[in-house]
């Protein structure tokens, strides 16, 4: 049954500087942009929170730029945005992989990448892009602002380190070497959810392999035992042995843990096959 809303309340800051007042002076407050998940969630009636904060008009928090070699992606940049950001394309092509398959050109239009990360879905199509990136998540209230590695970003599932009064702003990705990859398996190739999602850097010179998996585990992952296993150039069954142990997939709706495990095993060979030697 669609969820009702007549006792919820939306306030609209003009500024971000007012938004994270009104999430200090004013809170709880939910922070709200495009609605792509927020708006299922209110129509199934699952929706606990009553009080809003609108973002969507807070253009300054929407700039794709680069400072010295790193690369920041404002928190509002849609999902149509990377895929049009020549920046993006270039620095982080895997990003604007992941960007083309979330849902249509609707849900393109209005997804966020902030709200694809603060959503906290394992089954996110952005977030391991951003673990294999090494992406850095900027947090900002109107006390401060913080710097958490993305890898330290979830603490459990659907659950981040991000406080009730602070807003995710940007995304800082350092630069980048070697070949990247981005695959996703799902029902469809777009809207779907992804029932394994992979993201990887490998092949730069002195530089170690990053790979990272979503639907896999009760957060996105990276793999640090089958990374250190690729890096020491170990056999093809030590590195699934590896991978394994670095993953804990579980049966729902989607697939079983088995049919996860097995596809992303294939994703790993296929990325150790195209990878430069």
């Known amino acids: 049954m669609p969820g009702s809303i007549g006792h919820r309340s939306l306030l609209r800051p003009r500024t971000v500087t ?3 007042k009104m999430l200090r002076d004013e809170g709880p407050l939910t922070p709200m942009a495009g609605c792509t998940d927020l708006y299922v969630s209110l129509n199934f009636g699952t929706l606990a929170p009553a009080r809003f904060l609108d973002l ?15 690369l920041r992606i404002g928190a509002l940049a849609t999902h149509a945005d990377l895929i ?3 920046l993006v394309r270039k620095r982080l092509p895997m990003l604007a992989a992941a960007a083309r398959e979330i849902g249509g050109v609707q849900i393109q239009n209005r997804g966020t990448i902030g709200g694809n990360v603060a959503n906290a879905s394992p089954a996110g199509d952005t977030l391991p892009v951003l673990a294999a ?3 850095t998540v900027v947090l900002r209230s109107a006390a401060g602002e913080r710097r958490i590695p993305f890898s330290g970003f979830y603490t459990g599932y659907r659950a981040t380190v991000r406080r009730p009064d602070e807003l995710i702003t940007s995304f800082e990705i350092p630069a980048l070497r070697g070949r990247q990859y981005f695959r996703k398996v799902g029902t469809r190739a777009a809207q779907a959810i992804s029932k394994v999602v992979m993201a990887a850097v490998v092949g730069g010179k002195g530089e170690s392999p990053r790979v990272a998996l979503g639907s896999v585990a009760p957060t996105v992952v990276r793999l640090p035992r089958t990374e250190a296993a690729i890096a020491r150039g170990a056999s093809a069954e030590d590195v699934e042995h590896a991978l394994f142990s670095d993953i804990a997939p579980i049966d729902d709706v989607r697939s079983t843990a088995e049919y996860r495990r097995r596809v ?3 994703l790993l060979t296929s990325l150790l096959r195209a990878r430069p030697r």
């Open 18 to 20: 007012d938004a994270l």
């Open 133 to 135: 990136a090494d992406a």
């Open 56 to 70: 969507w008009k807070l253009d300054a928090l929407r700039a794709i730029d680069v400072r010295g070699t790193t």
């Open 84 to 86: 049009r950001s020549s």
């Open 264 to 266: 992303a095993a294939n």
